[in-house]
């Protein structure tokens, strides 16, 4: 498996402690047991990142510290361990409602203090990727149910070229659900929902950097509270809590009003544009408190008016409401450890002529918050997706997969966005010197023209919209009130289309 030319270029870099490296070699390909082709994919990194050490002055002694073999453990082994997971309640829902044209990906993103070296990055997800052997798998059709199934291969880091969010092609059984992207100085990780949700896809992409810091010579340490590699993964991170849940006797219903929705032109290429706005956390936090406020309901009280600077067209009558989504991490409220989907939404919905003076919107958006954002209200909609699910069990997948693309879209246009904040992110004190910032993104929707999310890393705030119009009036308006706010904002991201 070791090719010529790195025993040509290795000979030319140490004549005379090639053999140290190359019995290393033999002995990592023996220990590698997976398919030819991904074999000689993982063996051809090792010779890879062998050479950018040498010719970064590495001693042999280091590479052999920084590439133990026991990083491999036993994950690329043809035998594995409970190699199928059922999916979460949440996640049951996503293949089924996805088309040709979507599906539910989401991407979180680490930039950090210096250029990313992606034979490196490769390297550190080679050995990252034993640690999360849930992620390691491929979605397969049941009789009644999707589940996912563990593949063994190599998984593969790449640069990024195409839109965030791009559709990833999981209906063929070698196929991952999840991928890793590096540009310049930053490192995303995007999921299909069907995996996972925003905790999980952080704590995995901590995870990977933490080790790709670590194979670049840095001191990363092994802190309580955060992933080590060489831990085995516990059954408790993979496991379904949402049976686990209190039963309410509430009603909820998934299927509500139909909201008003974000206007404007539909470009061809999906998502059209990201745009982030930097914020200094601390500023922001002031400035809303000075309007006795929380950073979510302020930034939500604003998307209520981009929303409506939007409508042009739409038919308003005297009843009509705009819905804006709140993803709610149910993690505060159960002691889970799972890695799965574990939310549930807390839907705000204001009346279109109501949304006129700030102070009043904000008022009402803060009640709703706090009535909608609560352990008892939640569990109304936890019981009845468990419910649902209960009574879905034994019809047939593909009875399934006929129904859900026509319901899916009622109940996407019961709202017109949605705004998701993961709140102060948190890495192992002896990353924080070279993580500059993080941001996140979601995919926008079938129907839903824009979706907005955000994230806090040290004193920088960054809130990302995810357009799929061409008009700009949404994110100007949001833009407009930060100002008025008086907060500083720093503007970057993608191409419009």
Partial sequence: MITKKFKKLLNRWVKDDDKIILDFLEETSEKIKIARYYKKGIMKDYEQIILYYLNHGVSIDEILNRLNLEKLNSFYQYKRINDWYPLDHAAKSYPLAMSAKWMSIFRVSMYLNERVIPKVLQMALNFTIKRFPYFATAVRYGFFWHYIDGIKRRFKVEKEESVPCGYMDVAHGIHASFRVLYYKNRISVEFFHILTDGSGALIFLETLAGEYLRLMGKEITSEVGFFDIHEEAQEAEFENY????????????????????????????????????????????????????????????????????????????????????????????????????????AGIRIRYHDINNFDEVLKEVDNQLKIRNTKEELDKIMTKTNLLIDRLKYVPLFLKSLVMPFIYPNVEKSYATCFSNLGVIKVRKSMESYVDKYDCVLGTLVLNNAAVSMNTYKDKSILSINKAIKENTFEETILKHLIDLGVNVDIYGSKER
Avoid: W
């Avoid at 998934?254 to 206007?263: A, G, M, Y």
């Avoid at 999906?270 to 929380?294: D, R, V, W, Y």
């Avoid at 819905?323 to 002691?335: A, E, G, L, S, T």
């Fill in 242 to 345: 949402f049976p686990k849940t209190d039963k309410s006797s509430g009603k909820a219903s998934f299927v509500e009003k139909p909201s008003l929705q974000i206007e404007g032109t539909r470009t061809l290429v999906q998502p059209s544009q990201i745009i982030n706005f930097e914020m200094n956390f601390n500023e922001l936090k002031t400035k809303c408190k000075e309007h006795g406020a929380t950073v979510s309901v302020m930034i939500l009280t604003m998307m209520f008016f981009a929303v409506k600077a939007t409508i042009k067209k739409q038919k308003i009558k005297d009843d009509s409401t705009i819905q804006i989504q709140v993803p709610v991490n149910m993690r505060k409220y159960y002691p889970t450890r799972t890695l799965k989907n574990f939310s549930m939404v």
